[in-house]
């Protein structure tokens, strides 16, 4: 894996840089969320496919909330 190498190469931190995203995102939220919901799109056909659901619908996310 690639990611670890280069992250210990250039010095940074893994959680510092997931505080650092995770930031940024709440602060462009709370700044404009009308482009940040336009830069995170639904998958190809996934709101077609929830418009025709025929029960409950749950989002299971990694993301923070």
Same mark, same amino acid.
């Given at each position: 894996?690639? %990611?670890?190498?280069?992250?210990?190469?250039?010095?940074? +931190?893994?959680?510092?840089?997931? #505080?650092? !995203?995770?930031?940024?995102? #709440?602060?462009?939220? #709370? $700044? #404009?969320? $009308?482009?940040?919901?336009?830069? +995170?799109? !639904?998958?190809?056909?996934?709101?077609? $496919?929830? %418009?025709? $659901? &025929? &029960?409950?619908?749950?989002?299971?996310?990694? %993301?923070?909330?």
């Amino acid at each position: 894996m690639l %990611k670890p190498v280069i992250m210990e190469e250039w010095g940074e +931190n893994r959680d510092a840089i997931v #505080d650092l !995203f995770g930031k940024v995102r #709440d602060e462009w939220m #709370d $700044a #404009d969320l $009308a482009t940040w919901i336009g830069a +995170n799109r !639904f998958y190809p056909g996934v709101p077609e $496919a929830l %418009k025709f $659901a &025929s &029960s409950r619908i749950y989002i299971v996310t990694t %993301k923070q909330v």
